[in-house]
């Protein structure tokens, strides 16, 4: 195995093992109805997939626009694309059959980009020798860049699944409003950090922090919606046997 090879497979183990403790990690909110191995994985891996189809529209986007739309557009298109994954590969399966299970899936989905994205972010230091600022840079991103993820398309996944019981048309409502949040919150992100440095990176990562905790709030509410439509089939069912 040549140097870039061995660099990459290092790398990409970089992105990938971080990746799957935080999957771990939130795959526990939903661990009285656990989703189907096979499921998560698909969503993991078409995740991941994202990443090749959004480089070289990232690229395009480098040379069609200045550095004053550029970060919005790149955002744009990675939640768009992880969004438009899940649409067409997940959130229409029969396992997906409760409110959580689209935090869920969208969150995996974040997390497989993030591991191919970290990986390659990993890679550019390591190739050129410089391991500690590999190891830096994977660091900040477990902590900042991955959860940031994690916030934007569970961001998308809270409203839709805020509105699993509702008509159709509100669903689509819902998921647009929450891909339009995702957008906000990713380039916010990403506009201060790059000018970030010592506290105010800090600021950023507590920024991002402060979302995850709201997402853990809206799981619980979520729970909730989840209980109370079962209870209300459940009474319903003893009414009609009465």
């Known amino acids: 195995m040549d140097v870039n090879s061995t660099s990459f497979a ?24 656990p989703e189907p191995y096979s499921l ?70 974040a997390l497989g980009f993030s591991a191919l994205e970290n990986g390659l972010f990993m890679f550019n230091p ?39 019981y509702k008509h159709n048309f509100l669903k689509l409502l819902s998921g647009t409003i929450g891909l339009f949040i995702a957008i906000v919150l990713h380039a916010l992100f990403n506009f201060f950090i790059m000018d970030a440095s010592g506290e105010t990176i800090l600021g950023v990562f507590l920024f991002v922090w402060m979302g995850i905790i709201v997402l ?7 729970k909730l919606i989840e209980a109370s439509h079962l209870s209300g089939r459940s009474t319903k069912g003893n009414s009609q046997q009465s």
């Open 10 to 33: 290092i790398a990409f183990l970089g992105g990938l093992v971080p990746a799957l403790f935080w999957l771990w990690f939130w795959l526990r909110e939903d661990k009285e109805r």
């Open 40 to 109: 998560i994985a698909l969503a993991f891996i078409s995740g991941m997939l994202v990443v090749p189809i959004a480089l070289p529209l990232q690229k395009w986007a480098l040379e069609m626009y200045t550095d004053q739309y550029l970060i919005l557009i790149w955002v744009i298109i990675e939640e768009v694309l992880k969004y438009a994954v899940a649409l067409l590969i997940i959130l229409w399966h029969k396992a997906v059959d409760e409110p959580i299970d689209l935090i869920i899936y969208m969150i995996t989905i």
């Open 126 to 164: 390591l190739i050129a020798g410089d391991v500690a600022n590999s190891v830096i840079t994977g660091f900040f991103r477990f902590l900042g860049a991955t959860l940031l993820h994690v916030l934007a398309s569970g961001t998308v996944g809270a409203f839709l699944a805020l509105t699993f």
């Open 216 to 222: 853990f709030i809206v799981f619980e509410k979520v």
